[in-house]
């Protein structure tokens, strides 16, 4: 069964500075797809940005980019110019392109934002 | 307002007791799937339905059952509640075939048990 590693409980970050939040995983399958979630305050769950395994480009989206490392199996988040509306748990999740089970979520990220 | 409902938000009962929460999912979005949160913890898959049908399970007890409707609402029942089973739960929706776009959530069921 695939398995999602986030190993960084809590991180801190200036604002405006960057930032970069680890996750691994672990699979035998050659195809499948990342995400970033994004968990504020409110609790509600926010897609913040996706990768395919197939495509070698790094996602990104406005402040927030991945480095995709498949043979590693790695999928870090980096954000830049970090702001106080970032502060938030951030979960990494996989999800198989062959079964119709579930997305697999890490234990997630404590992200902190001192003004 | 990400379009998949849940209700209610909050829910207070007692050990012991019943009680049904319900999703409505994104307009288009065949398949639903439910998630336990509970107290900082990640999100563990409890079980999926696609078009009405039980796709997968996941950790789910014996206790807890779902359902998915033919206008496909779908509700997860939870009995005999211990005070563990608090936990936040999130019912999230997707297309179904396309894998790439991950899941919309819902704003989460509260549920505390007393």
């Known amino acids: 069964a695939q398995t999602v590693t986030q190993s960084q409980p809590e991180m801190s970050v200036q604002e405006a500075e960057t930032v970069t939040l680890s996750c691994t995983y672990d699979t035998s399958e050659s195809d499948y797809y990342l995400f970033w979630y994004k968990q504020p305050p409110s609790r509600q769950m926010i897609l913040v940005i996706r990768?395919?395994?197939?495509?070698?480009q790094n996602a990104t989206e406005n402040r927030f980019s991945v480095n995709f490392q498949k043979a590693a199996k790695s999928f870090s988040l980096k954000i830049s110019d970090s702001q106080l509306g970032d502060a938030a748990m951030y979960f990494c999740a996989y999800r198989s392109e062959y079964n119709n089970n579930d997305m697999r979520f890490g234990a997630g990220t404590r992200l902190t934002v001192k003004p | 307002d990400s379009g998949v409902t849940q209700t209610p938000k909050h829910l207070i009962t007692a050990t012991g007791q019943r009680v049904t929460l319900r999703c409505s999912p994104r307009?288009?979005?065949?398949?639903v799937y439910w998630y336990q949160q509970s107290l900082d913890q990640g999100l563990q898959f409890l079980i999926q339905y696609y078009n009405g049908e039980e796709r997968a399970k996941g950790n789910i007890l014996e206790r807890f059952s779902a359902q998915q409707f033919p206008d496909l609402h779908s509700e997860l029942n939870l009995s005999s509640l211990e005070l563990g089973d608090s936990a936040l739960y999130f019912c999230?929706?997707?297309?179904?075939?396309?894998?790439?776009?991950?899941?919309?959530f819902g704003s989460g069921t509260r549920l505390t048990v007393v």
């Open positions: 999230a929706s997707s297309v179904g075939r396309n894998r790439n776009y991950g899941y919309t």
């Open positions: 307009s288009g979005d065949l398949s």
């Open positions: 990768q395919e395994a197939y495509k070698q």
